[in-house]
Every structure is written in C-alpha cells, then in structure tokens.
C-alpha cells in the first residue's frame, strides 16, 4: 500500500473488531508515522472495548459523536461529544457505548511503532471481571 500524506476515510486501515469498526487513518501501514497512531472507531449501542492495557502505549481517547462509558483504572466517566479522556502507557482502561445510537470516538495512541502487544485483554481477571 503506498504511503499517504493526505488520508481519506476510504484510504484508511478499515478493522472490524470485536463489534466495533476501527478506520486507522494514521497508522505505519497508511502513512509514514513514526510517533503516532490515530484511530477513528465507531462503537454500536452497547458495544465497547472492554478492559484491557497498552504496555508500551500512551493512549487519548476523544468523543466525536455520542457519549462513552469511559474507565481508566478504577475510575468511571461518562464522556460526551468534545471531552478527553488521557490514559498513560500501562494503565487499565476500557470504553463502552451505553447509549441506543452509535458513538464515534477517535484514540490517539503514541509511539507508532513498539515491540510487544499492542494491547493485553484483562477483562477476565479482578477486579475488572466484577467491576462493572
């Protein structure tokens, strides 16, 4: 694929995953990043990406469309169209659509490029088998 400057939508790294559609509009596949990676993900009602931890990720997560059920660690909020929610490399955290219509955020997570697992899936184990 070649390297873009300019990404549409239709350009973008389309991932369906785990009842989400995730448009990797910045990404080592699409363009030439080297510290960034940016993620358009549409969240179904009722979908979400439940717990897990970048190890070598800093993650930002921002609300386009909709409202989320955002957790970092142990803390809940519930993020509406304009608000952030900032999560350093490590930490545990997940982000769940509550509402009856679609949300639309956008995760800017950096570097682009790591050695280990993009993310680890942690949802099975306590407390956040139980926590929500």
């Known amino acids: 694929m070649p390297k873009h400057r300019f990404i549409t939508t239709a350009e973008a ?21 080297k510290d960034l990676q940016i993620c358009r993900a549409v969240l179904p009602a009722g979908e979400g990406h ?3 931890t970048h ?3 800093e993650e930002v997560i921002y609300v386009l469309e909709g ?3 955002q957790w970092v660690e142990t803390e809940k909020r519930l993020l509406k169209v304009g ?7 490590g930490m545990v955290h997940a982000t769940f659509n509550p509402s009856s219509k ?9 570097p682009a490029a790591y ?3 993009f993310a680890v899936d942690v949802s099975g ?3 956040w088998k139980s926590i929500r």
């Not at 389309?14 to 448009?23: L, M, P, S, V």
């Not at 608000?83 to 490399?89: L, N, Q, R, T």
């Open 102 to 110: 679609d949300a639309v955020i956008l995760a800017v997570l950096s």
């Open 55 to 57: 190890p070598e990720l």
């Open 67 to 69: 409202e989320v059920e």
């Open 13 to 33: 790294l389309k991932e369906d995953f785990k009842g989400r559609t995730n448009y990797w509009l910045v990404h080592t596949e699409v363009c030439e990043a």
């Open 125 to 127: 184990e306590e407390p």
């Open 115 to 117: 050695a280990g697992p």
């Open 83 to 89: 608000e952030v929610a900032h999560i350093p490399k």
């Open 50 to 52: 439940n717990f897990h």
